[in-house]
Nanobody, 119 residues
Framework: QVQLAESGGGLVQAGGSLGLSCVAS????????MGWFRQVPGKEREYVGS????????VYADSVKGRSTISRDNAKNTMYLQMNMLKPEDTAVYYC????????????WGQGTQVTVSS
C-alpha cells in the first residue's frame, strides 16, 4: 500500500481559504485514484472529492462543489485540496486516501490534518 501524509491544516476565519497537500510514498502515485475525506468527532467520515489518475477528471461532494478544487502533480507524488469561502461547518479532520482503479473502496489513508473554521 502507498503511504500518505497530509499537511496544511490550521485555523482560518469563515470566508477565508486554505490549501491542503497530500504526499504519497512507497508506490507509483500515478496508478492511484486519489480522494479527500473529512470527519467530525462523533460523525461518519464524509467524502469530499476525488481525482483520477491523470488528474483529468474530478468529482466533488455537493457540500464543497464550487468552493473547492482538487488537483495533483504526479511528478511530485502530491495531491492538493484548495478550499475557498470556508464555512464553520467545514471544520473537520481532513484525510487523503488512495485506491487503484480496480478497487471499489479507498484502502490507503493518511493520518489526517485538522481544519478549523471560526465564525
Amino acid at each position: 500500500q502507498v503511504q500518505l501524509a497530509e499537511s496544511g491544516g490550521g485555523l482560518v476565519q469563515a470566508g477565508g481559504s486554505l490549501g491542503l497537500s497530500c504526499v504519497a510514498s512507497g508506490g507509483t502515485f500515478s496508478r492511484y485514484v486519489m480522494g479527500w475525506f473529512r470527519q467530525v468527532p462523533g460523525k461518519e467520515r464524509e467524502y469530499v472529492g476525488s481525482i483520477s489518475q491523470s488528474g483529468a477528471r474530478t468529482v466533488y461532494a455537493d457540500s464543497v462543489k464550487g468552493r473547492s478544487t482538487i488537483s495533483r502533480d504526479n511528478a511530485k507524488n502530491t495531491m492538493y485540496l484548495q478550499m475557498n469561502m470556508l464555512k464553520p461547518e467545514d471544520t473537520a479532520v481532513y484525510y487523503c486516501a488512495a485506491r487503484t482503479p480496480d478497487q471499489a473502496q479507498f484502502d490507503s489513508w493518511g493520518q489526517g490534518t485538522q481544519v478549523t473554521v471560526s465564525s
